[in-house]
């Protein structure tokens, strides 16, 4: 079972009597068809352990339980999450622990001894229970009210629900005052089921949210240190790569070239002088490259006069048309400006380079005062993909060491569009 990052949702907490009627509708849903989930729970368990020693049939029922059993957890914690706002991460499955038919094992066996899944069980199992517990309730509710209003005009009672034939049987054709009472103290404790429900499961999920939280937040680090990581050893090659072909080259090229003037300076001092030129010229040439690769690793621009000023730059070194819309207000980190930057810087350089595009279109803005956010789309030929060790995935993992999102949209045809969601304050 695979693992994920994600984020939990942003939930609105109704406000009482919203809240109590919200939750008794959850609880007379769960009490209608909590029922089915039990049986099916029920017949793959039994059918598993019966079936085990024919050919070992009866673990393929036993792992589809194990996934049932998830289903159900996953539903229940966001259920109970989204219906008092609580806010508590999402049920994600146990990471991968190893390849093979062995690491799959260990990985279910992990995910049945999961703490927060036999947790989102024992919650649905009570809210079933308090669901059918209600049912009964509203049932008893209808028939007292119903009864009062019948008996009152002298009409007979023949609706007879769950605890109406007992009550009749003791105390034969009651008061109307009598019928009206239960039905009252049955819509009473419908009121009281519903907040039992909400005192049981709160303090159910409570119990595991603290650790949860802590879970989410250790799985968000490791995954930034992983991208920081990547991201770092794809720098690292490209770098190697321009010094490689372009710098140490050229370089090399300087060297002899003043080798030959100094052989040649006594005998041919006009030839010595025009090599000396041209290695002259191949030095500044070189120089400009060492300048743009130190531009490559931080631009000075981005670092004194902020992302606006850097992307400018950008855009008139470009040799394709870039239309530019950025509004930012204020700074946001280094770490934010530096990633949206390489991501913007990465995708024109891609744009001219592979995707034949005639025009790029930038966009940059600041949302809800906390969050850099950038679309770079070209007019180009599209099938942009990320390749393990290429600038897109250098771009992937950048963005996600400093903590954003990252989506590529580029069909065969085109546009290519890229979106990046980074904390300001990352």
């Not at 966001?78 to 806010?87: F, I, K, N, P, T």
């Not at 009121?191 to 909400?198: N, P, S």
Request: hydrophobic share 50%; net charge neutral.
């Amino acid at each position: 079972m695979s693992n994920a990052l994600g984020s939990p949702a942003v939930t609105t907490r109704p406000r009482p009597p919203l809240r109590i009627v919200t939750t008794m509708l959850h609880l007379v849903a769960l009490g209608l068809f909590g029922s089915f989930v039990f049986a099916l729970v029920a017949v793959l368990f039994g059918v598993g352990l019966g079936l085990t020693l024919v050919f070992g049939i009866g673990l393929l029922f036993l792992v589809a339980l194990v996934y049932v059993l998830f289903g159900v957890a996953w539903f229940e914690t966001a259920r109970v999450s989204g219906l008092y706002g609580l806010g508590v991460p999402a049920l994600r499955s146990v990471p991968q622990r190893g390849a093979g038919l062995g690491g799959f094992v260990r990985t279910l066996g992990a995910q049945v001894i999961d703490s927060r899944m036999w947790q989102g069980i024992a919650s649905f199992t009570v809210a079933g229970f308090l669901g059918l517990v209600l049912l009964v309730c509203a049932q008893n509710s209808v028939w007292g009210i119903v009864s009062a209003a019948l008996s009152a005009g002298g009409r007979t009672v023949t609706y007879h629900p769950a605890f109406g034939p007992y009550f009749e049987a003791e105390f034969g054709a009651l008061h109307p005052l009598a019928y009206l009472g239960i039905g009252l103290l049955s819509a009473a404790a419908m009121v009281g089921i519903a907040l039992l429900h909400r005192l049981i499961t709160v303090w159910i999920a409570g119990a595991g949210a603290e650790a949860a939280q802590l879970q989410e937040a250790a799985l968000t680090a490791e995954l930034q240190r992983a991208g920081a990581v990547r991201a770092a050893d794809v720098e690292r090659t490209r770098l190697e790569r321009d010094l490689h072909d372009g710098v140490q080259p050229r370089l090399v090229s300087v060297g002899m070239t003043l080798g030959l003037a100094q052989q040649q300076i006594d005998s041919d001092p006009e030839a010595a002088k025009a090599l000396i030129t041209e290695a002259h010229t191949s030095t500044k040439a070189a120089i400009t490259e060492l300048r743009q690769l130190a531009r490559g690793i931080h631009p000075s621009v981005l670092e004194d006069r902020g992302l606006d000023a850097a992307l400018s730059a950008l855009a008139g070194r470009s040799h394709i048309p870039i239309a530019l819309d950025v509004q930012l207000e204020g700074r946001c980190s280094r770490d934010a400006e530096t990633a949206v930057y390489f991501v913007i810087a990465e995708s024109i350089t891609n744009a001219a380079k592979h995707s034949r595009a005639s025009e790029v279109r930038v966009v940059v803005r600041l949302r809800d005062g906390a969050t850099l956010w950038a679309r770079v789309e070209d007019n180009g030929a599209g099938g942009a993909r990320v390749i393990p060790g290429g600038g897109l995935d250098g771009i992937a993992n950048r963005v996600l060491a400093a903590g954003g999102t990252f989506r590529l949209d580029s069909p065969l045809g085109g546009p290519t569009s890229l979106e990046v969601s980074v904390p300001c304050a990352s």
